[in-house]
């Protein structure tokens, strides 16, 4: 597994066709300078479709992003769908990406993002937008290095 990634954008458009999908190419780009290996996934914003692309994901990738749908809006259900698969919650990488988000607007405080573990791969939500997905990841990447060596069984205390 080990940088094997997996970014499933989460929107209508996109995956109808109709819009590009820029914050998928963004956190490809921000993945691969990292050495990570990147597939991409599609999906409307359907929970079952959703929460089956994670579990197809996680068969395969150390790592697992999804952007788009943590909003507000009656369709964002990302959360819901990241929450019926996740096995333990990390609350912790939600609060870092807040924070940072929180310094360019405060509508970073409208997120319901989720992130934690299935197995030893690592789920997070990231924002629809091309920058907030970006800031997202920006914020806890240098975290993730370190998260994926533990969930892949090396305990060493560090």
């Known amino acids: 597994m080990g940088r094997h990634s997996v970014v499933i954008t989460v929107s209508d458009g996109v995956s109808a066709g109709e819009r590009e999908d820029g914050s998928g190419q963004v956190l490809q780009d921000m993945l691969e300078e990292r050495g990570f290996e990147v597939q991409r996934v599609l999906v409307p914003d359907e929970s079952d479709q959703i929460a089956e692309a994670i579990t197809s994901a996680v068969s395969t990738a150390s790592l697992v992003l999804t952007t ?5 809006g009656l369709r964002d259900v990302t ?19 807040v924070a940072a988000g929180l310094e360019s607007t405060p509508m970073a405080a409208l997120t319901r993002a ?36 533990l969930l892949g069984g090396d305990n060493q205390h560090h």
């Open 79 to 97: 959360p819901e769908a990241t929450a019926q698969v996740l096995e333990r919650e990390a609350p912790g990488l939600v609060h870092a990406m």
């Open 114 to 149: 989720k992130a934690g573990t299935v197995g030893n791969s690592l789920v997070i939500n990231l924002p629809g937008s091309p920058r907030g997905a970006s800031e997202n990841l920006e914020a806890i990447v240098d975290l993730l290095p370190h998260a994926l060596q």
């Open 68 to 72: 788009g749908g943590t909003g507000f």
